[in-house]
């Protein structure tokens, strides 16, 4: 198994920036594809961004595309979310993930086994 610990948020101003960390216990980080989901009051807990298992490929929600940045380093055991130019609608939970989602099931948040506690980003106007 591997425990997943995110951190790095904070409260910011819109248009800052924020990196999250997602440190991993164990040797076996490299045997995971990782992603970043956020939950908001209210709503359901949403994809932000995924990284495979070597981190040769990463996909974006249209929504975060050409602003936050997904990786990783696998002989740190941390995967990283670099988040740029926010906005009041990035305020959520942003938790990390890590499994072995099936192909194009990457945004589904039934295709990972661990979870972090989520750490809060908040961004005001």
């Known amino acids: 198994q591997v425990q997943l610990v995110e951190s790095g948020g904070g409260l910011v101003q819109t248009g800052d920036s924020l990196r999250l960390s997602c440190a991993a216990s164990?040797?076996?980080?490299?045997?995971?594809?990782m992603a970043w989901f956020r939950q908001a009051p209210g709503k359901e807990r949403a994809f932000v961004a995924f990284?495979?298992?070597?981190?040769?490929?990463?996909y974006y929600a249209d929504s975060v595309k050409g602003r936050f940045t997904i990786s990783r380093d696998n002989a740190k055991n941390t995967v990283y979310l670099q988040m740029n130019s926010l906005k009041p609608e990035d305020t959520a939970v942003y938790y990390c993930?890590?499994?072995?989602?099936?192909?194009?099931?990457?945004?589904?948040?039934?295709?990972?086994?661990?979870w972090g506690q989520g750490t809060q980003v908040t961004v005001s106007s």
């Open positions: 164990g040797r076996t980080f490299s045997s995971y594809d």
């Open positions: 993930a890590a499994g072995g989602p099936a192909n194009q099931m990457f945004g589904s948040v039934y295709e990972y086994d661990y």
């Open positions: 990284i495979s298992r070597t981190g040769s490929s990463a």
